[in-house]
Each structure stands twice: as structure tokens, then as C-alpha cells.
């Protein structure tokens, strides 16, 4: 088994997500991407669910790039988005970066939660 945590700040807000899949080259992108898309979600108020349908590697002009083909599904509509990476040496971590950038310019249409802030303290008597 592979363990992914993916960990995201946005707005000082931080997130973290930790998911599991088989310890795969192929899975593990793609366990990648699901955590992503996990530590994303817990700053939106709940508008359907992002899904995974492709992470891959290809080649564009002798280059390695990393694909991700994200679905949003919501009682409305559904919706493809693609992003893109250069593999570099990393590929888990392009698979991070392109999943990013597929979910990025969608973002701006959900709404996003209200940061909730609680102080503890002494209990009161």
C-alpha cells in the first residue's frame, strides 16, 4: 500500500488530506491526485464532487509531461478539466502540480467555506 498526505495553504488556512491506494507506478499518480483533490475540497462549501479519470505520462516535443483529466460532477452539470506538468525528476510531484492546474481556474466557482475559529480555554464553572 501506498500512503499519500498532500498538504495545501490558501488564504493562511491550512489543509491536509491523506489517502491510500496500491503501490503502483500508474496508482500512485493517481493516489496522488485523489489527495489533491481531497485537501482541496475541505476549503468549498460541498457543490458535487471532483473526480480522477486519468493520470498519465506523455511526450510533447521529447518532453515528459504529466496529464491529469479531472471530472466535476454536480446535480447541474459535468465537467471535464484537463492540467498540465512538466515530469521533471519528480513525477508524484507533477502529478500534484497537474492536478492543480486541471482544478485551478474552476475553483472560482464554488463557494468557499467560512473559516470557522475557536479559542480554548479553562472551563467555566
Known sequence: MAEVR???EMGGLESVA???GADTPASLL???AEAVLEATQQYFEPNGIFTVHGVEICQTGGVPVMLTNICHVSERSEKQLIGACAV???PP???ALSTLDA?????RRLRRKVPT???IGPASD
Do not use: K, Q
Request: aromatic share 8%.
Open 93 to 95: 510531484l507533477a502529478a
Open 103 to 107: 482544478i485551478n481556474r474552476y475553483l
Open 88 to 90: 521533471g525528476g519528480d
Open 6 to 8: 498532500v498538504e495545501l
Open 117 to 119: 475559529e475557536y479559542e
Open 30 to 32: 493517481r493516489t496522488v
Open 18 to 20: 491523506l489517502v491510500r
